[in-house]
């Protein structure tokens, strides 16, 4: 998970309650992506920022989803009210500066949530 | 939109090579690349092709052909620590080519 730093890597929490879920890019980049990963719907593209400006949301499940991204070194995912049905985890990624013809991401470890 | 398939499972011996193929049906093709990833770990990136043909690195290659919408990752000399799943995804015209769209992933189990 070199570059890319997420918190919490688990979280178990109950159907209600706020969730926020944490990334810290180390590396210089421009570009911030969210993704989800469940079993049923594999790998999803929730929403990305370019320049610390969402450009594309559409991914995002519903109005409980939110993202922010106040500067370059700093995005947050949050789910207010989270459901069990937002079980997953979550990555974050930037996109990483080889290959620059390629768009290669860079993962964090990811955030684990469980919502009971 | 953009769809891929894969196999969802593939099972090989150690010392074996094997091929997990990818095809995709996607507006204004950029490029596929391949990311792996472990057991509770993160996707990390293996290779990306942009122009038909094949790229070697190491014991991995990936192949493209454009016109078939196809493309394979092949692993030689497996070895048990390429266990993982293995992930094709497209780079397109949405949003200038800024976006992955992968597939569901193969699950390769390699055995001694």
């Known amino acids: 998970d070199a570059g890319v730093i997420q918190s919490p890597r688990h979280e178990v929490t109950e159907m209600g309650q706020e969730v926020t879920l944490r990334c810290k890019p180390i590396?210089?980049?421009?570009?911030l992506f969210w993704y989800r990963q469940t079993m049923m719907r594999g790998l999803e593209l929730l929403i990305y920022?370019?320049?610390?400006?969402?450009?594309?949301d559409s991914g995002m499940p519903e109005d409980r989803f939110s993202a922010k991204m106040p500067n370059a070194s700093f995005s947050t995912l949050k789910i207010q009210p989270s459901e069990p049905r937002d079980s997953a985890v979550y990555f974050c990624?930037?996109?990483?500066?080889?290959?620059?013809?390629?768009?290669?991401?860079?993962f964090g470890a990811g955030s684990r949530l469980t919502v009971l | 939109g953009q769809s891929l398939e894969q196999p969802s499972e593939v099972t090989a011996v150690e010392g074996a090579i094997v091929q997990i193929n990818c095809t995709y049906q996607?507006?204004?093709?950029?490029?596929l690349s391949w990311y792996q990833q472990h057991d509770g770990g993160a996707p990390t990136f293996l290779s990306y092709?942009?122009?038909?043909g094949l790229e070697e690195t190491g014991r991995f290659s990936s192949f493209l052909s454009r016109s078939d919408s196809y493309g394979y990752l092949l692993l030689q000399e497996l070895q048990m620590k390429d266990s993982a799943s293995y992930f094709c995804?497209?780079?397109?015209?949405?949003?200038?080519?800024?976006?992955?769209?992968f597939g569901g992933g193969t699950r390769l189990m390699v055995k001694p």
């Open positions: 590396s210089g980049h421009n570009s």
């Open positions: 920022f370019n320049n610390n400006v969402p450009i594309d």
């Open positions: 996607t507006s204004g093709f950029y490029g």
């Open positions: 990624a930037i996109r990483d500066g080889r290959l620059s013809g390629a768009n290669v991401l860079t």
């Open positions: 995804a497209v780079r397109d015209r949405n949003n200038a080519g800024n976006m992955l769209t």
């Open positions: 092709n942009a122009l038909d």
